[in-house]
C-alpha cells in the first residue's frame, strides 16, 4: 500500500485543485516574477531624474542598476537551500515580503545612499524568486509540455523588462521616479495570498540541510569587489591602486569560491552540473543572453535620451511594440521547444539578436522612431525563440534530483551575464565616446575647410541675430565643441550594439553543445 498524498505538497494541492492547480501554481509564481523583473530595468528611464534629484554622477547612479543584478546574482544560488530547508511557499513569501519592504523603502528614500539599499535588497528578492518560479513551473507541468511551460515562465523573465521602461517613463513624466518603486506593491500583496493557498510546502521530512556559508561568503566578496572595480574603474584609473586592489580581492574570492564548492559536501553551486555537456552549453549561452538582454535594454533608453532627446515616456514607448510582440512569440517559441531540438531554436534566436543589434549600430539623431522600434521588435522576436529553449534544454538534460540546484545556477549564470554586461557596456561606451571625441577634436584644424566654413557660418549667423562680435567666434567655437561632443557620444552608442552583436554570433558556438539536449535526462544514479 502507498502512503497517501501530504494535503500540502503537490500531489496533495492536485487531487484538491484538479488539473487546474498547474496554471493557478504558475499565476502565483509569476505574479511574484514579473513584479520583479520589472523593477529591474523600470528605474533606467528615471536615472535622469533621479541623478538630478540627488545630485548623483553616472557612476553613482550606475549602481541602481549594477547593484540591483548583483544583488539578485547573489541569491540565486541560495534558492535550493531554501526551498529544501523552508519549502516553496514559505521562501516565496518571505522573498515577497523583502522586496515590498524594499520597494516601499526605495519610493521613500531621503539619499542615494538608502536609495542604492533598497535596490541592492530589492535585487536580493528577485535573485531568490526566479528560480523558484523556473523549479515550481517545472514541476508542475508534464515532461512532454515543459517546453510550452518555460515559454511561460520567458514571458515574465524577458517581458518585464522589455514593458518596464514604458511603464516607467510614463510614471516618470506624470507623477515622479518616486511612484516606479510603489507600482510593483499591490501585484506582490496579491501573490503573498495566492502563495499561501497554491505553493506546496516543505518536500523532505527530515533535518534540513547545511547552509554553504563559507561559499556565500566568498561569491559574495567575489561579486562586490569586482563589480566595485568595474564601476569605478573609469573615475578612479584602471591602474591606481585602489582599483587594482579591487580585481585583486575578487580573483582570490573567486579562486577561493571554486576551490571551496569542490571540497565541500554540500556546495551551494554544484559543479558537477557543467560536466553535462548539454548543461554547460546552456549556461555559456546563458552568460551571453543575460549580458545581451540587460545591456541593450540599458543602452536603448539612454541612447534615444541623450543623443536623439526623446522624453522618458517616449523611450519607453519604443520598447512597446517589442513587448506586445514577445507576447505573441512566446507562446509558438514553447511549442517549438516542445517539438524541435532545443539547439535549433536557441541559434535561431542567436542570430535574430545580433542581426537586431548589428542594425541598431547604424543608428544616428535622425533614426525615425518606427524604424528604432522595428529593430527592437526584431531583436525581441529572437529573445522571445532562445528563451524557453535554453531553461528547458538546460533542465531536461538533469536528472530529478539536481532540478533545483540546476533551475538556480541557470538563472545564476544569467544575471551574472546581466551585471557584467551592464557594466562593461557602459565602460566600453564611455571609452569609446572620449575616444571620438578626442580624435574628431584633433581633427578640427586650419587645413580642414569644412571645419572653417562651419565657423564663419556661425559667426554670420550670430550677427544677424545681434551678437557682439567679441563673443561671435567664441560661440562658434562652443558650438563645434558640442557638435563633436554629440557624435562622440553616438559613435561611442554605435560600437556598444556591435559588441552585442558580436557576442551573440559567438554565442552559436556554445549553444552547438546544447544539441542531443532533448533527450532523456540522466538516470538518478
Known amino acids: 500500500m502507498t502512503d497517501a498524498p501530504r494535503a500540502d505538497g503537490i500531489e496533495g494541492l492536485f487531487a484538491r485543485y484538479g488539473p487546474a492547480y498547474r496554471w493557478l501554481a504558475t499565476a502565483t509564481v509569476m505574479t511574484g516574477t514579473i513584479a520583479t523583473v520589472l523593477s529591474a530595468t523600470i528605474v533606467n528611464v528615471g536615472l535622469p531624474d533621479i541623478m538630478g534629484a540627488f545630485g548623483m554622477g553616472q557612476d553613482q547612479a550606475q549602481l541602481l542598476s549594477t547593484g540591483f543584478l548583483a544583488a539578485m546574482t547573489g541569491t540565486m544560488l541560495l534558492n535550493a537551500w531554501m526551498v529544501d530547508t523552508f519549502g516553496q511557499r514559505t521562501t516565496f513569501m518571505l522573498a515577497v515580503a523583502v522586496f515590498v519592504a524594499a520597494s516601499v523603502m526605495g519610493g521613500l528614500a531621503p539619499t542615494e545612499g538608502v536609495l542604492i539599499l533598497a535596490r541592492i535588497l530589492q535585487g536580493a528578492a528577485a535573485g531568490i524568486l526566479q528560480p523558484l518560479a523556473m523549479l515550481t513551473i517545472f514541476q508542475v507541468f508534464p515532461p512532454e509540455r515543459r517546453g510550452s511551460a518555460m515559454g511561460i515562465y520567458g514571458i515574465g523573465v524577458v517581458l518585464a523588462p522589455a514593458l518596464g521602461p514604458t511603464i516607467g ?10 511612484y516606479v518603486f510603489f507600482m510593483a506593491v ?13 505553493l506546496p510546502g516543505r518536500a523532505a521530512s527530515g533535518p534540513p540541510r547545511r547552509f554553504d556559508w563559507i561559499g556565500f561568503a566568498l561569491m559574495s566578496v567575489f561579486l562586490v569587489s569586482l563589480l566595485n572595480g568595474l564601476s569605478n574603474g573609469q573615475r578612479h584609473g584602471w591602474l591606481s591602486d585602489t582599483i587594482l586592489a579591487d580585481f585583486a580581492v575578487a580573483f582570490a574570492a573567486g579562486t577561493g569560491f571554486l576551490a571551496w564548492e569542490l571540497h565541500t559536501a554540500m556546495p551551494m553551486l554544484n ?33 534615444v535620451q541623450t543623443i536623439q532627446g526623446y522624453t522618458p515616456t517616449r523611450s519607453g514607448l519604443l520598447l512597446m511594440p517589442a513587448g506586445l510582440v514577445l507576447g505573441l512569440v512566446f507562446p509558438i517559441a514553447g511549442r517549438l521547444t516542445d517539438r524541435t531540438p532545443a539547439h535549433a531554436t536557441v541559434m535561431f534566436g542567436l542570430a535574430v539578436f545580433a542581426l537586431s543589434s548589428y542594425l541598431m549600430a547604424a543608428a544616428d539623431t535622425n533614426t525615425p522612431f518606427w524604424v528604432f522600434a522595428g529593430w527592437i521588435v526584431l531583436g525581441r522576436i529572437g529573445l522571445g525563440f532562445i528563451m524557453p529553449s535554453l531553461n528547458a534544454g538546460a533542465l531536461s538534460a538533469l536528472p530529478p534530483h539536481w532540478l533545483g540546484q540546476g533551475s538556480g545556477a541557470i538563472n545564476f549564470v544569467r544575471q551574472l551575464g546581466g551585471a557584467f554586461g551592464v557594466n562593461l557596456l557602459a565602460i566600453l561606451v564611455e571609452r569609446r565616446s572620449q575616444l571620438y571625441d578626442q580624435s574628431f577634436t584633433a581633427a578640427q584644424d586650419a587645413a580642414n575647410g569644412a571645419t572653417a566654413e562651419l565657423l564663419r557660418d556661425l559667426a554670420g549667423l550670430y550677427a544677424q541675430a545681434g551678437v557682439p562680435e567679441s563673443i561671435r567666434q567664441a560661440g562658434a567655437f562652443d558650438y563645434l565643441g558640442r557638435m563633436i561632443a554629440a557624435q562622440g557620444s553616438m559613435m561611442g552608442f554605435r560600437d556598444g550594439f556591435l559588441v552585442v552583436a558580436a557576442m551573440f554570433l559567438f554565442a552559436l558556438l556554445p549553444a552547438w553543445l546544447m544539441r542531443r539536449g532533448h533527450g532523456a535526462p540522466p538516470s538518478a544514479g
Not at 186 to 198: K, M, W, Y
Request: hydrophobic share 60%.
Open 169 to 178: 517613463g510614463l510614471m516618470v513624466d506624470n507623477f515622479s521616479w518616486r
Open 271 to 303: 559543479l558537477k552540473l557543467f560536466s553535462i555537456r548539454v548543461y554547460a552549453g546552456a549556461a555559456i549561452v546563458a552568460f551571453i543572453f543575460g549580458a545581451g538582454i540587460y545591456g541593450s535594454t540599458y543602452l536603448v533608453p539612454l541612447f
Open 186 to 198: 499591490p501585484f506582490c500583496v496579491l501573490g503573498l495570498f495566492a502563495a499561501a493557498l497554491f
